[in-house]
């Protein structure tokens, strides 16, 4: 970090007092449900009771009759307005998403039509008046359902939402594994999770004329709200103001609007009122989007020593039944490896669609690659003999070994896990605790160790388009007071204190003087919102950029009234001084009132004002490292695991607030620790949720967490201000950490199964020798007429050549729909008996090509070196004047594409 | 529908209400009197973030209804402060030790420590953080929440 031009007081690195938490102490903070607007309207919604099947009828007249309802919406009432779903990165929904269900219920909790009336009360007075009639259909319900099951959706050709990888393994890799002195599988079993924040959804639509709308809404990011929604509404965003003062929690389920709000939105536009729709607990715990529920077969390969040889990984998760955005996380398996010693990895990659609720994100949601890898090493430590910490030690990237650039390309320079976990060991005595844990099994009592490193990308920007900079837009008032407009967004985060810190240290005014204002959209913008442990690194960098560019403005402006060099001026305290002349000292409020009031008294070519804006863009990715210590003991009895102690070691650059940042890393591990002991959302048999309740999905509460110990390293990263993303670790690096504890903590009764969450009732069968999940039998469809097969992804050989041949010659325009947007292109193909040539032809370049043509089917395969090196492998069929079919695109998955004969 | 007469004090002023027999104390005390500070969260007694006082009590108002408070006296967080601003020393020492973060949880946190010190009460860490058992927050893994009983059972944090 640049030394600060101001010599002012530091406010970067202080535990000052948030300025949130005037208002959220006093109860005047504003929640969406503290929002009320003259004539505002309240809606309930008629959900689905069962998990699938057809809708023959609905019956909303009882409803429409009840005094206080104002209207009842199905589908059909609202299907004449635009609501094009699209993903987080604003791409196609893969399935057809309709706010209110059209015809057929998908899951338990399938929005079916909504009530508005004079207050919620009576909207679900007149919700229980809906008679709808159902066609009860079987349910795919879990991931083993959906493998052996047809397609949930009519427009999906299988359950398969999503596919990364490889379906057959390399033969080199496999000769690896096979190979290897020690070769571990290890299958981790991850639940379903609840985000729950303790603020539900919600959202107050206001239509201001037709042609404009405000919009309140618990969210994200009030800036990628507006741009969601005015694409999906086909409204310009400008007509769009998205409000969210203050958010109660989101950890990922409110990155954008889904059903709900949008069918509360659309209500509002039709009737042309002010509605609220706040979700209620039940809801939120039925018919929320959720995250997780993944499974995964890591096989990793040693060495004699116990060094790292190959690694393949299988993972799948269970993306229900409409997923804000269809997902195999290839996130899992870019970042699994880029912090050890591994030489070859390969994978393959599936979401599943079901009939359950759909997925969205949770903090960290590639955190499955930190709990496989981390309990991984410690089954292999067990197995090969060795200690957990020096297997850890012999695989690890430190900071000698670096760069350093993954299999899968990830490049790193600058991490440091092995340096925090040196760091971690250096402040827990791991002999006195093995000779501890020693003398405790001889009383009955069970002590486990459990030890985990990570890294994790945070402030990603530039690589994917949606994933913007972040802008800072500063104002010295006349007043001399500072005012911010940052695109930055807290659900908690503290952004109106971090960015405060910032801007008063950079600038030389005191911390009090500084206001930053956020959580509205007509304020600023561009940015994806709090996703990806972003606002610290990018935000914060924006805040120094144009905090620099405004102390500038100030000394040139010092400098001219003074009559001094602006090398010799400093800002102080919102004091101007100049070097050596404590007499020429000036109150920023005087120069400020100049800069606005006095143009004649201003340089030449002075932009009269003391404003300046910035949006920074940083380095494509920063990573934060950290290696974290628990201590448990488990009670053999009744199955109970007790943390005794929790101490993180973390590397997260420059610290802006050390509270904050412990803060986060502190309610990262909370959650971790409900992950691993108490959180559980599971569905029965039916589809039916088995918890509805906070009795049921049990959330950690404050006797369940320990008092956590933290150790700051500050290796400043490359992004302006050092600053390196914290608001996911702990959510990330907690579970294995954990796990591997109580794994240490049991190891006499063998190898601890990781499914998860490890409740007593499971450590209790796993201590007793009883198998901790009783097999279930998949769900398999009877082989019906009326039921096609389940159709596998097809390899681009194996099309049938049809019996009638169309010719493919000539030039094709065709779009390639990936999971970020559709790529247009044309194509050229020219046949002779089986064999293909052609070229295709974009804005990025044209490249030639040769293949097969059988029939009416053309496939190809092509090298491309951008984004990374990688085989496509096209495999089309020709319909006249229509082509379709399928491009595999290595690790990015496989995409449809369609095309006209031009 | 039954209707009722309700006279209660929230935060020593009177209200006078023709309400529903099913209205919530929550509710009541949120849209019919304004004090949005109470924060409904689960509505089913298990979050805590709607505690408020109830005639020297904490109390969950999403479980009582509005009638059961007829004649009651109410504090809600938006009670606590002086008339000048100065912050009640619950509140003072949450803020002092970082203890929330989204703050939607808070005033629950706030109404139960401020119940259980009420009047120059001083009771034991254990005692305080036993009742903070009772509330969830999801954001700050309670780290500066046992900070917060503890300053106020006074024990150095």
Same mark, same amino acid.
């Given at each position: ?25 006093? $109860?005047?903070? =504003? ?76 899951? @338990? $909790? ?114 990628? @709200? ?21 958010? $109660? ?73 409409? *997923? ?12 699994? #490896? ?27 949601? #590639? ?15 067990? !197995?090969?003999?060795?200690? *957990? ?33 040196? !760091? ?53 008032? +006349? ?16 952004? =109106? ?11 030389? @005014? ?135 102690? #929790? ?28 992950? @691993? ?6 569905? /029965? /048999? ?13 959330? +950690?509460?404050?006797?369940?967490? +320990? ?40 190891? =006499? ?44 992804? =097809? ?108 | ?25 929550? %509710? ?67 803020? %002092? ?21 009420? %009047?120059?009460?001083?009771?034991? &860490?254990?005692?305080?953080? %036993?009742?903070? &058992? ?22 150095? &944090?």
């Amino acid at each position: 970090m640049s030394a600060p031009g101001t010599g002012a007081a530091r406010y970067i690195g202080q535990r000052v007092p948030r300025k949130e938490d005037a208002r959220l102490l006093t $109860g005047r903070g =504003q929640f969406v449900d503290d929002v009320a607007v003259p004539g505002m309207l309240h809606i309930a919604f008629a959900r689905s009771p069962i998990a699938r099947g057809r809708i023959v009828s609905i019956d909303t007249s009882a409803a429409r009759d009840l005094p206080g309802v104002h209207a009842v919406f199905t589908y059909e009432d609202i299907k004449d307005q635009q609501a094009d779903f699209l993903s987080f990165y604003l791409a196609p929904i893969e399935v057809r998403v309709t706010p209110l269900a059209d015809g057929r219920v998908a899951h @338990v $909790g399938d929005p079916v039509a909504l009530v508005v009336a004079q207050d919620r009360y009576v909207a679900e007075d007149a919700v229980s008046l809906i008679e709808v009639a159902y066609e009860e259909e079987d349910p795919v319900v879990t991931l083993d359902d959906a493998r052996n099951n047809p397609s949930i959706h009519p427009d999906a050709e299988s359950n398969i939402a999503a596919d990364m990888g490889d379906e057959d393994i390399d033969d080199n890799l496999q000769a690896l594994l096979d190979n290897a002195p020690h070769l571990i599988t290890h299958k981790v079993i991850h639940q379903r999770i609840s985000q729950s924040p303790m603020e539900t959804r919600g959202v107050v639509a206001v239509p201001e004329g037709p042609e404009e709308l405000t919009v309140y809404i618990t969210c994200q990011s009030p800036h990628a @709200v507006a741009r969601w929604l005015s694409l999906v509404l086909g409204m310009p965003q400008g007509s769009i103001r998205v409000i969210a003062k203050d958010v $109660g929690g989101s950890f990922g389920l409110k990155n954008h609007p889904w059903r709900e709000e949008t069918s509360a939105i659309l209500a509002a536009r039709k009737l042309g009122r002010p509605i609220k729709w706040i979700e209620d607990r039940l809801e939120n715990l039925t018919a929320a989007n959720q995250a997780r529920e993944q499974e995964m077969t890591l096989r990793v390969a040693f060495d004699a020593e116990a060094k790292l040889v190959a690694s393949h990984g299988d993972y799948s998760v269970n993306n229900g039944a409409y *997923p804000l955005g269809a997902d195999a996380n290839i996130a899992v398996h870019m970042f699994i #490896w880029p912090a050890y010693k591994m030489p070859a990895y390969s994978f393959l990659s599936r979401g599943w669609y079901t009939n359950t609720i759909g997925l969205a994100a949770y903090r960290g949601p #590639w955190a499955m690659e930190s709990l496989a890898r981390e309990t991984a090493l410690d089954a292999a430590a067990r !197995k090969i003999g060795v200690d *957990p910490i020096e297997i850890r030690r012999r695989n690890l990237i430190s900071l000698k070994d670096q760069p350093a650039t993954s299999g899968l390309g990830v490049y790193v320079d600058d991490i440091t896990p092995a340096e925090c976990l040196e !760091k971690l060991l250096q402040n827990f005595d791991v002999a006195a605790f093995r000779a501890e844990q020693a003398a405790a099994r001889k009383e009955g009592r069970y002590l486990g160790l459990g030890i985990a490193t990570y890294i994790e990308p945070t402030g990603a920007a530039g690589s994917i388009s949606v994933m913007t900079g972040e802008l800072a837009q500063l104002r010295i008032e +006349p007043t001399g007071k500072v005012t911010a407009m940052m695109s930055t967004h807290s659900q908690g985060h503290g952004t =109106q204190t971090t960015m405060a810190q910032v801007i008063a240290d950079r600038l030389g @005014v005191p911390y009090d003087d500084v206001t930053v204002f956020e959580g509205d959209s007509s304020r600023g913008g561009y940015t994806p919102g709090a996703a990806g442990s972003r606002q610290g690194v990018i935000g914060g960098g924006a805040a120094i950029k144009a905090s620099e560019l405004l102390a500038d403005k100030v000394k040139r402006l010092a400098a001219h009234l003074l009559n001094a060099n602006t090398e010799s001026i400093r800002i102080e305290a919102g004091m101007v001084h100049v070097e050596g002349a404590p007499e020429m000292s000036r109150t920023l409020r005087s120069i400020a009132e100049t800069a606005y009031g006095e143009p004649d008294k201003l340089p030449q070519d002075f932009e009269a004002g003391l404003e300046a804006q910035y949006r920074y863009t940083p380095p494509p990715v920063t990573f934060t490292s950290a290696a974290h210590a628990c201590v448990v003991e488990v009670d053999i009895d009744t199955g109970f695991v007790k943390i005794q102690r #929790w101490i993180s070691s973390e590397d997260c650059g420059t610290v802006i607030h050390p509270a904050v940042v412990e803060g986060q890393i502190a309610g990262g591990l909370a959650q971790a620790i409900g992950t @691993v002991l108490l959180e559980e959302m599971s569905f /029965d /048999d039916r589809g039916n949720p088995t918890a509805a309740t906070y009795k049921d999905y049990m959330l +950690p509460a404050i006797s369940d967490v +320990p008092t956590f110990e933290f150790l700051h390293a500050n290796t400043p990263s490359k992004s302006v201000g050092g600053i390196r993303g914290v608001g996911e670790g702990g959510a990330i690096i907690g579970p294995p950490t954990l796990v591997n504890a109580i794994a240490d903590a049991l190891s =006499q009764f063998g190898e601890l199964p990781v499914d998860l969450p490890l409740t007593p009732s499971k450590l209790l069968d796993f201590i007793e020798g009883r198998p901790v999940r009783k097999p279930k039998e998949a769900k398999r469809a009877p082989p019906t007429p009326a039921s096609p097969p389940p159709s596998a992804p =097809q390899p681009a050989a194996a099309a049938a050549p049809s019996a009638t041949a169309v010719s493919a010659d000539g030039d094709w325009a065709m779009t390639i729909h990936s999971q970020m947007g559709a790529q247009e292109m044309k194509a050229r193909f020219s046949t002779e008996g089986g064999r293909l040539t052609g070229k295709l032809m974009s804005d990025q370049g044209d490249q030639e090509f040769e293949g097969r043509a059988a029939g009416d089917t053309v496939a190809w395969e092509m090298k491309v070196t951008k984004p990374v090196s990688l085989t496509l492998k096209y495999d089309l069929k020709i319909e006249g004047d229509k082509l379709s079919g399928k491009v595999k695109m290595g690790i990015f998955g496989t995409s449809k594409v369609t095309g006209e004969r031009l | 529908m039954s209707e009722h007469r309700i006279n209660v004090e929230v935060n020593g002023r009177q209200q006078h209400a023709t309400i529903e027999g099913r209205l919530t104390l929550g %509710d009541f005390l949120r849209v019919n009197c304004g004090y949005t500070g109470v924060h409904l969260g689960c509505e089913h007694g298990v979050c805590g973030a709607c505690t408020v006082i109830v005639d020297g009590k904490a109390v969950r108002s999403c479980l009582m209804l509005a009638v059961q408070a007829d004649g009651a006296k109410i504090t809600t967080v938006e009670g606590l402060a002086s008339p000048d601003g100065a912050l009640h020393p619950v509140q003072q020492a949450m803020r %002092d030790e970082h203890a929330l973060q989204c703050g939607f949880c808070t005033p629950g946190v706030v109404m139960t420590l401020a119940a259980l010190t009420q %009047d120059g009460a001083r009771p034991s &860490s254990e005692t305080l953080l %036993d009742a903070m &058992s009772g509330h969830i927050c999801r954001c700050t893994g309670y780290q500066g929440i046992r900070r917060a009983a503890r300053k106020l059972a006074g024990e150095n &944090s």
